[in-house]
């Protein structure tokens, strides 16, 4: 059982953990919000290709087009060419449904071969359309290469003569980049925004709760360090009383019985001699209570003698005392009064519950520190196991050395007794 400082602030632990959330979350939502514009961006390109075919390209289809006959391309590239490449279209091309290029803007493709793949042919039999990155390494696409990145766009045309085609266009990957950001800035500055402002709410409200813990905390305090002054005041004026009063009054009656019996013989002298004695053992008892009401004021030339009457209802009981005290230096009052408090808990705990038949109490320097150690042998107990009401006094002391910056050490078991250390701060 060991008691160490922690210091721990609430608000920058919410800020480290809230930035983290904030940083995964908006990676997040920016992976989803880049998946979703560019699928808004394609759509986009699909519904301009669609727009092209069904508006452009479709109603200028001239008869004999898809048998590649020359009159019918010229028609077709005077009517439509200029009309189709708009915008950011940079390439068009017509496939019948053997591979055929029946016409390209590029001359030099039409005619030429190739084969189409599954999703081409399903929309060159069903309609619909179709987007994809161009491959560049194709054949088909070789008077593209060196160029920009381009994404293909199909759909379907149909002829006069009502034969399906496969109508193409190409389109920038930069403009469709583009307009995937476009999409998504808006929703990336609204989720910042808000995420932020909740952190900013978040934070204000955990500053201003952890401001009234603290004032709480800080009066809760104030009430018990008044409290903690009354009883202390209290003890030293009840001390002072009994010192001033029934202990001297004890003392002189001593003394008198002491000398009256001088001048006794026989039953009334061993009776009188008998009183006195018990009158300065119930003296030394009453010492060692206004002792432990109230120590007198501590420090390292008075420390000792202190702990020597501590120990002193201990010895008086039977149990073997070993008291140590090496040099500790210039100790200071509160360091003093510390090793007192775990002294004085730990060797009532010793007599009250121990049944130990020695004790061993060592206080020294170590460095600038002051170790105290208090071991008996008695019946110990489990640390892990203890009842929570058991050992209060000594419990209670951990916050007490805690906020003082020692360390408050308790070793026991059951059989083995129990060693109580601690090391005050340096």
């Excluded at 940079?90 to 071969?113: F, N």
């Excluded at 002829?159 to 403009?175: H, K, M, N, Q, S």
Aim: proline residues 4%; hydrophobic residues 45%.
């Amino acid at each position: 059982m060991t008691a160490r400082p922690t210091l721990r602030s609430p608000v920058t632990v919410f800020l480290v953990v809230g930035l983290l959330a904030l940083a995964a979350i908006v990676v997040g939502a920016r992976v989803l919000a880049s998946r979703a514009a560019h699928e808004e961006a394609l759509s986009d390109a699909r519904a301009t290709t669609r727009l092209l075919a069904r508006s452009v390209a479709e109603p200028a289809i001239p008869p004999g087009l898809a048998e590649g006959r020359p009159g019918a391309v010229d028609r077709f590239d005077r009517v439509a060419t200029d009309r189709l490449l708009v915008g950011d279209v940079r390439r068009i091309k017509i496939w019948s449904a053997d591979g055929t290029i029946v016409y390209s803007d590029d001359v030099r493709l039409i005619g030429e071969r190739f084969a189409l793949d599954e999703e081409e042919l399903d929309i060159l039999a069903h309609s619909g359309s179709d987007a994809e990155v161009s491959s560049l390494a194709e054949p088909e696409n070789r008077y593209e290469r060196g160029g920009p990145a381009l994404v293909e766009v199909y759909t379907q045309v149909v002829t006069p003569e009502g034969e399906p085609l496969l109508f193409e266009a190409y389109f920038t990957l930069a403009r469709i980049e583009a307009r995937q950001s476009e999409v998504i800035a808006p929703f990336q500055r609204i989720t910042l925004g808000a995420l932020a402002l909740l952190v900013a709410v978040a934070t204000a409200l955990l500053l201003l709760l952890t401001r009234r813990v603290t004032r709480a905390a800080a009066e809760r305090e104030r009430l018990l360090r008044g409290a903690a002054t009354a009883s202390e005041a209290e003890r030293r004026r009840i001390a002072r009383d009994l010192h001033d009063g029934v202990v001297q009054e004890l003392a002189g009656s001593a003394f008198a019985l002491s000398a009256l019996a001088r001048d006794q013989t026989g039953p009334t002298r061993t009776t009188l001699l008998d009183a006195a004695s018990s009158l300065r053992g119930s003296l030394r008892s009453l010492r060692s209570l206004l002792v432990e009401i109230h120590p007198p004021d501590l420090n390292a030339a008075t420390l000792p003698a202190a702990l020597e009457d501590l120990c002193a209802p201990v010895s008086a009981s039977g149990v073997a005392v070993d008291l140590r005290v090496g040099d500790l230096g210039d100790v200071g009052v509160p360091d003093a009064a510390l090793v007192w408090r775990v002294a004085q808990e730990a060797v009532r705990n010793t007599l009250r519950h121990a049944r130990a038949t020695s004790l061993t109490v060592d206080l020294r320097a170590q460095g600038r520190s002051l170790v105290l150690t208090v071991e008996d042998d008695g019946v110990g107990f489990d640390p892990g196991a203890v009842d929570a009401t058991a050992h209060y006094g000594l419990r209670g002391l951990e916050s007490l050395v805690r906020d003082r910056g020692g360390v408050l050490t308790i070793r026991s078991a059951p059989g083995a007794g129990t060693t109580t250390r601690l090391e005050t701060r340096a």
